[in-house]
């Protein structure tokens, strides 16, 4: 019993709160960096408050009425008609008080929706399991870049102790100013997700074929997190928002400096790339695309069938082809992928663990194969 208790302890002193996120023990929503993420604090106190008062006096009134006067104190049940004082009163007070909750509620949802002079607007996807982001106005217009989760796989299989920002944490986090009003315009490449920040008070559906909007504006700086609400498919869980606030000399830094990167590792799909050139390409377009379903070692899991010795694989590649740009099933159609990514991930899986074909793709074979479809 001991040990038992001592290891509760031990693994209790091990677990911090999550910079960003949730805290240990946290009760309450998490704080608000939002003036609507406080208005809706403010609502769910409110409601909450009035809900139990309006539950303590009912049911306080039933269960006294029930006590005094019950039957072996000699009562006797009264027997009367309708009163219409009592059917005024219980119809006036309940529709007061629905009012008394409905008008700062829906004062609340309309500033929630109200996505107009934004100072910069963001396009998101929600993708099998990562979000994409293109900023399409104001100050960063022309960035795009992909949001993947970067919690190792050891952690996710209990083989390695878990950090502060387990599950939380990703490569390229959406940066954006303080005080600045950011629309998020939502749509989704394959299922419905869900993109929401508690701090900020935003929760947006991603639905495929459609574009929803939301906005906030983050008045603090620091970074914050969020998930994918919206049960979306085998990595649901594995489906983090990070959003860094920064300062406005910080975002015209970041700005500068992404699109240097951005122009500096823009992919020339009119280039013939050697085999070590698209296997070292395509090894890290698995790891963030494909691994979670198909396994790092190419073995698959559940449904997912191996790659390790696949005959889709190995076969004809008009068949890998098809599948990467059309889907199939569970697989989804990658097309937030470029032309050399897919090149080199197609070569990778055909000459990566037992797989030895000796087969280059390249870029322009998928500018066929797409002209092709």
Known sequence: MGLFVAMQSSLALAINDMPGGPARYQLNLTP??????????WLHWMMLILCTVIFVAVFGVMFYSIYKHRRSLGHK???????????????VVPLLIVIGMALPATKTVVAMKDTTN??????????????????????????????????PRDQINNQAPKSDTYLMEVDNEMVVPVGKKIRM??????????????????????IPGFVRDAWFRAEKVGTYRGQCSELCGKEHAFMPIV?????????????????KKLAAAADDPTKTYTMDELKQRGEKV???????????NGKGAGA??????????????????KILLQGKGAMPKWTQLNDVELAAVMTYTRNAWGNKTGELIQPKDFTSARAAK
């Not at 608000?32 to 604090?41: F, L």
């Not at 005959?311 to 082809?321: F, N, R, S």
């Open 77 to 91: 049940a009264a027997n009367f008609h309708e009163s219409t004082t009592v059917e005024i009163i219980w119809t």
């Open 185 to 206: 315009v939502t749509t989704a490449n394959d299922v419905i997700h869900s993109w929401t920040i508690p701090a900020f008070g935003i929760k947006q559906d991603a």
């Open 32 to 41: 608000a960096v939002t003036k609507v993420a406080e208005e809706v604090a």
């Open 243 to 259: 959003v860094r606030v920064v300062n406005d000399a910080e975002y015209t830094a970041w700005v500068d400096e992404t699109k």
């Open 286 to 296: 698995y790891a963030a695309n494909c691994a979670a379903c198909h396994m790092p």
């Open 118 to 151: 934004a100072d910069i607007t963001i396009k998101v996807t929600g993708y099998q399991w990562k979000w994409g982001y293109d900023y399409i106005k104001g100050e960063g217009e022309g960035i795009s870049f992909l949001q993947t989760l970067t919690t």
């Open 304 to 321: 997912f069938p191996g790659l390790d010795g696949s005959k889709v694989v190995l076969g004809p590649k008009d068949a890998q082809y």
